[in-house]
């Protein structure tokens, strides 16, 4: 019976002492739930729970669509439209500001 109480009281004491997770993030998610990146201005946080992944508009690939593979757990800083990333200097960008080949 002593052991019971104890179990009871340690699972208390370690709900209680538990730290609420972060539903409020703007960046990047780990594997555990925690926020541990805030996405910078002019971006925004792109998730995907367990679905279809689109990818980031670059300048190569403005429009991109969602691809048939499914990816869970997923979460990057996508470029805000109507910029798209420059996958050369990393930076968001207007289209017609992307690089010509």
């Given at each position: 019976?002593?052991?019971?109480?104890?179990?009871c009281?340690?699972?208390?004491?370690?709900?209680a002492?538990?730290?609420?997770?972060?539903?409020?993030?703007?960046?990047?998610?780990?594997?555990?739930?925690?926020?541990?990146?805030?996405?910078?201005?002019?971006?925004?946080?792109?998730?995907?729970?367990?679905?279809?992944?689109t990818?980031?508009?670059?300048?190569?690939?403005?429009?991109?669509?969602?691809?048939?593979?499914?990816?869970?757990?997923?979460?990057?800083?996508?470029?805000?439209?109507?910029?798209?990333?420059?996958?050369?200097?990393?930076?968001?960008?207007?289209?017609?500001?992307?690089?010509?080949?």
């Open positions: 019976m002593k052991f019971a109480v104890t179990l009281v340690l699972v208390f004491v370690a709900l002492a538990a730290k609420p997770q972060r539903y409020d993030c703007n960046g990047t998610i780990d594997g555990f739930g925690r926020c541990i990146q805030d996405c910078p201005r002019g971006t925004y946080r792109y998730a995907t729970a367990c679905g279809p992944f990818p980031e508009a670059t300048c190569n690939r403005p429009h991109p669509r969602a691809e048939d593979a499914f990816i869970c757990d997923f979460s990057a800083c996508y470029c805000s439209s109507p910029k798209v990333r420059n996958v050369i200097t990393g930076k968001c960008v207007a289209l017609e500001d992307c690089p010509t080949n």
